[in-house]
């Protein structure tokens, strides 16, 4: 995934959960920074989990760094259609039909897009949105991230 794209889009339809395993199924569309270690979980995305007190729908969370905030609940039978758009501090907001979740990574960085499942039969949709070729909100990150002076200059510098 390039890391200068702010925006995926995309569907996961669940079609078959095995809710007879210890594990709950789950699909996940998330970005993780590879050069993290990866014993830990600092993705940021979209989870949705089937839980069998609830077996007609799915809830679906935005993950920031790990940790799910709830959005609310999809029927197991329709897809889950969503839009995810970052900025580079780290701010998160992920749409849901008319629901909103929110949220600040401490990782802002992403460099790689995962799709998964768990105990479940799921299809996946997904499109990252093209980066805008200059990004002034990325340029008080320039140093953080440890630029080079041809990003700095692509990306930071206005043209006439």
């Known amino acids: 995934m390039?890391?200068?794209a702010t925006q995926f889009t995309g569907e996961m339809m669940?079609?078959?959960a095995n809710g007879l395993s210890k594990w709950r199924p789950t699909a996940k569309v998330a970005f993780t920074d590879l050069g993290l270690d990866a014993s830990e979980c600092h993705c940021n995305g979209i989870v949705a989990t089937w839980y069998p007190e609830d077996p007609d729908f799915f809830l679906v969370s935005l993950t920031v760094d790990g940790e799910k905030t709830t959005l609310g609940r999809v029927p197991y039978d329709k897809p889950v259609t969503?839009?995810?758009t970052f900025a580079?501090?780290?701010a998160l907001k992920l749409e849901v039909g008319t629901g909103v979740a929110t949220g600040m990574s401490s990782m802002p960085k992403r460099n790689n897009l995962q799709l998964s499942c768990s105990t479940a039969d799921v299809?996946?949709?997904?499109?990252v949105a093209p980066p805008e070729p200059r990004s002034p909100e990325r340029c008080s990150f320039a140093a953080r991230e440890q630029w080079t002076a041809?990003?700095?200059d692509r990306y930071c510098k206005v043209r006439q």
């Open 2 to 4: 390039p890391e200068t």
């Open 88 to 90: 580079w501090d780290g």
């Open 14 to 16: 669940i079609r078959k």
């Open 82 to 84: 969503f839009k995810l």
């Open 123 to 127: 299809d996946f949709k997904v499109t």
């Open 150 to 152: 041809a990003d700095v």
